[in-house]
C-alpha cells in the first residue's frame, strides 16, 4: 500500500455517511417510499400478533365456534401477503435509483481520475483505485438501497414492538428493555473495532488487485524470468493477511451476533417464567401473554439482524471514506480562471529558467531541473541528449503539462502554457513516449484518439498519412486491416509496431509542437530511417522536441540540445557540439545503434545502403560514422 493509500479512522459515521446525502437528494422521494413500504411492512408484521390476540382471547374460548377462528385465519393470512407485497414494493422503490446513483457516482469517479494530476496517479496503486470504482461503489449502492432504510424500519420496529410489549404488561416489557441496555454498549464497543478491521480489510483487497495487475501486465517479464513462484508466493501471503482480517472480521461480527441473538432469547426465557406467574396471578390474560411472546418474535428477527447491518453500515461507511480519499485529491494540473485564446500557433516554444523536482523527492535533494533556458524555434526539430537519468523525459513532461514547473515557466508562441486551457495546449502539442500505451481499440481508433478534424482532410485521408509517415503500413495487412483489434484485448504488436502506431497518432493529431520521447528506439536502423525520413517532410512547419537516445535520431535534428546537471549547457548543430564539447561527445559515445525490432527483414542491399547511410553526413551535420564508430569503440 503507498502512502497516498494509509488513512486512519478518524470520522465519525455520521459525518462520512453524510457526504452522500448530495448524491441521496435527487432520490429522495423514491428512498422515502421505499423506507415508508418497509416501514408499513414492519407495522403489518406487528399486527399480527395482535390478531393472535384476539384468536385466544376469543375464538379460542369454548362454545365459541370455528367461524372466528377462519375468520382470523383469513386475516393472519391477509396480512401475510400484504407484509410479503410491501416487501417487494420497497425493493422496486429503490433499485433504480439507487443503481442510478451508483453508476452516476462511478462515472465522476473516473471522470475525477482522468482530470488528476500524473503525479497522484505515481502515488496510487492501480488495484487501490480499481477497488474504489468497483466495490466500493458496490458497498455504498447496497447500503443506500438496503442498509440505510432497513437500518430505520428496524430501529422503528424495535421501539414501536417494545412500546407494544410494554403497552400489553409493563413487568415483562422492562425485562426487554435491561436486555437492550447491554446491546447498545457492546453495538458502541463493535462499531469501532469493526470499522478499524473493515478499512483494514477494504484496503487490503486494493493491494491484492494491484498485485493481480501488475502481474497479469508483467506475465511476459515473470514467464522470461522465471520469477512465477515468487510472484505467487508474494501473492498467497497478501491474500493469507486478506484472509485473516476476513476471519477476524466474521468472528468480530459472529460475537456482536451472539450479544444481540442470545439476550433477546435470554429475556424472552426469562419473560416466559415472569409470564406464567402473572397469568397465574390473573394480573395477565392469556390472551395478552400469548400476543406478547409473539411480538417479542417479530421485534427479535429486527434486533437479531442489527449485526449484519451494523456491519453493512461500517463497509458502506469505509467505502465512502475510501471513495472521498480520492474525490477530494486536489487537481494540482487546472485551467486557468480566465484562459488566454492563442489565435493559428506559430510553434515557437521556450523553456524561461525552469526548475523541476518531483512532488516525492525529500528534502535535501538537489533539483532535478534547475534552471532550464532553451529556444525552440518554430517549425524547428531539436533533439535533447543527456546522459540517462538527467531528466529529458521529465522536461518533455513538462510541455503538455503532465507536471508543472515548480519554478519559471514554459511559452509557447511566448505565452506561459499555464494561461491556456488545458484542451487547448493539449491540442496544440502532441506526445509519443518510449513506453508506448495502446488502447482497446482498433488500428484506426487508437491512431484518430487525438486527430483534431482537418479541412480538406477526411479522417480515413488522415489515418493513411499518420501510417505512411510513421512507416506502419503492416496495420492494412493485419487480419481486418486497420480495424483490427489491438491494444491489450486485442492483437499482439511487436514493440517496434506498437512504437509506430504510437508515432501515428501523435503525428495524426497534426500538432503545431511535437514531443518525441525517443520513440524510434525499438526500430530497427533500416526503419527508423525511413520513418525519419518520412517524418523530416512531415514534420516540416511543426515544431518537435525529441529525446535521442541514438545518433540516429540525433541526425533527425536542425539543432542539439545537451542536458547536463539539471541545465542545458550547450545548443548548437550535431558538430558543432561534437567538435567543441567532450560531455557531448562522452553521452553520444554511450548511446547505442544497435537495432533492436528484429521483425523487419534486411536484405543485403539495405544493409549495404544502411552502412552507407550511417557513413553519410546527417542533414547539416558533421558525419555519423564518427559517432558510431565511437559509440562501438
Ligand atoms: N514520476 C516520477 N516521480 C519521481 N521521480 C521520478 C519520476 N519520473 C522520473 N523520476 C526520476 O527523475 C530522474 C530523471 O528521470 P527521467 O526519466 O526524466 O530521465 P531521462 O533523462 O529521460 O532518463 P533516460 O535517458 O534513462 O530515459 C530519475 O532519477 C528518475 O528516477
Known amino acids: 500500500m503507498t502512502d497516498a493509500d494509509k488513512s486512519t479512522d478518524n470520522t465519525t459515521l455520521l459525518a462520512s455517511l453524510g457526504r452522500l446525502a448530495p448524491q441521496l437528494k435527487p432520490i429522495f422521494a423514491p428512498l422515502i417510499w421505499g423506507l415508508l413500504s418497509a416501514l408499513a411492512a414492519s407495522v403489518v408484521a406487528l399486527l399480527i400478533p395482535q390478531v393472535y390476540r384476539v384468536l385466544v382471547n376469543s375464538a379460542l374460548q369454548p362454545g ?53 494530476a500524473v503525479e497522484f496517479h505515481d502515488r496510487w496503486g492501480s ?43 409493563w413487568e415483562l416489557g422492562l425485562i426487554f428493555v435491561a436486555a437492550a441496555v447491554p446491546i447498545v454498549v457492546f453495538g458502541y464497543r463493535f462499531r469501532r473495532s469493526y470499522g478499524l478491521v473493515s478499512r483494514r480489510s477494504q484496503d487490503q483487497a486494493g493491494d491484492l488487485a494491484t498485485a493481480v495487475e501488475e502481474s497479469v501486465h508483467g506475465i511476459r517479464v515473470l514467464k522470461a524470468f522465471g520469477r512465477g513462484r515468487e510472484a505467487l508466493d508474494s501473492f498467497a501471503g497478501q491474500a493469507q493477511e486478506l484472509q485473516a482480517t476476513e476471519i477476524h472480521k466474521a468472528k468480530s461480527l ?11 432469547e435470554l429475556a424472552l426465557g426469562a419473560g416466559l417464567v415472569v409470564g406464567i406467574l ?9 390472551g395478552a401473554l400469548v400476543a406478547f411472546f409473539a411480538t417479542a418474535a417479530v421485534v427479535a428477527g429486527p434486533v437479531e439482524s442489527m449485526g449484519p447491518l451494523m456491519a453493512m453500515t461500517l463497509a458502506a461507511k469505509t467505502a465512502v471514506d475510501r471513495h472521498f480519499e480520492v474525490m477530494d485529491a ?13 489565435g493559428p500557433v506559430r510553434g515557437d516554444l521556450e523553456f524561461r529558467g525552469v526548475h523541476f523536482h518531483y512532488p516525492d523527492t525529500p528534502a535535501g535533494t538537489p533539483e532535478l531541473l534547475n534552471g532550464i533556458d532553451l529556444v525552440l524555434r518554430a517549425g524547428e526539430t531539436m533533439a535533447l ?23 519559471g515557466a514554459v511559452l509557447l508562441d511566448g505565452t506561459d502554457i499555464r494561461r491556456l486551457a488545458l484542451a487547448d495546449l493539449r491540442r496544440h502539442v502532441s506526445v509519443a513516449f518510449e513506453d508506448t500505451t495502446l488502447f482497446s481499440n482498433s488500428v484506426r481508433g487508437n491512431v484518430l484518439l487525438g486527430a483534431a478534424e482537418h479541412p480538406g482532410l477526411s479522417p480515413d485521408e488522415i489515418l493513411e498519412q499518420a501510417l505512411e509517415v510513421a512507416q506502419a ?30 508515432l501515428a497518432r501523435a503525428i495524426a493529431a497534426r500538432p503545431a509542437v511535437l514531443v518525441l520521447d525517443d520513440p524510434l528506439s525499438a526500430l530497427d536502423v533500416n526503419t527508423e530511417e525511413r520513418v525519419s525520413d518520412g517524418l523530416r517532410a512531415a514534420l516540416v512547419g511543426t515544431t518537435t522536441l525529441i529525446v535521442a537516445h541514438r545518433p540516429s535520431t540525433v541526425a533527425m535534428a536542425d539543432r542539439v540540445a545537451l542536458l547536463q546537471d539539471g541545465h542545458i549547457t550547450a545548443v548548437g548543430t ?32 539495405t544493409e549495404n545502403e544502411l552502412a552507407d547511410e550511417l557513413g553519410a553526413a546527417p542533414r547539416g551535420t558533421g558525419p555519423l560514422d564518427v559517432v558510431h564508430r565511437g559509440a562501438t569503440a
Do not use: C
Not at 140 to 149: D, E, P, S, V
Not at 254 to 264: E, N, R
Not at 330 to 342: G, K, Q, W, Y
Not at 574 to 603: C, F, I, M
Open 64 to 116: 365459541n365456534g370455528t367461524k372466528g377462528l377462519w375468520t382470523g385465519a383469513a386475516v393472519v393470512l391477509g396480512l401475510g401477503i400484504l407484509e410479503a407485497g410491501l416487501i417487494a414494493l420497497r425493493r422496486q422503490f429503490v433499485i433504480v435509483p439507487a443503481t442510478t446513483v451508483e453508476t452516476r457516482m462511478r462515472t465522476s469517479f473516473y471522470r475525477h481520475l482522468q482530470s488528476l
Open 127 to 169: 488495484g487501490q483505485l480499481l477497488s474504489r470504482a468497483m466495490s466500493d461503489l458496490n458497498f455504498m449502492r447496497r447500503w443506500m438501497a438496503f442498509g440505510a432504510i432497513m437500518l430505520v424500519v428496524t430501529a422503528l420496529t424495535v421501539v414501536i414492538g417494545v412500546a407494544l410489549m410494554l403497552s400489553m404488561s
Open 254 to 264: 459472529a460475537v456482536f451476533s451472539l450479544v444481540v441473538t442470545l439476550l433477546p
Open 278 to 286: 402473572l397469568v397465574s396471578q390473573a394480573r395477565l390474560d392469556v
Open 330 to 342: 486536489p487537481n494540482t494540473i487546472t485551467d486557468p480562471a480566465e484562459p488566454v485564446r492563442l
Open 385 to 407: 541528449v543527456g546522459v540517462t537519468g538527467s531528466g529529458k523525459s521529465t522536461l518533455l513532461n513538462l510541455v503538455p503539462r503532465l507536471f508543472d514547473a515548480t519554478a
Open 473 to 502: 503500413g503492416f496495420a492494412y495487412a493485419l487480419p481486418n486491416g486497420v480495424d483490427t483489434l489491438i491494444g491489450e484485448e486485442g492483437l499482439s504488436l511487436s514493440g517496434g509496431q506498437r512504437q509506430r502506431i504510437a
Open 574 to 605: 550535431h558538430s558543432e557540439l561534437l567538435a567543441g564539447n567532450d560531455h557531448y561527445r562522452y553521452v553520444l559515445a554511450s548511446l547505442s545503434e544497435e537495432p533492436k525490432d528484429l521483425d523487419s527483414d534486411l536484405d543485403t542491399d
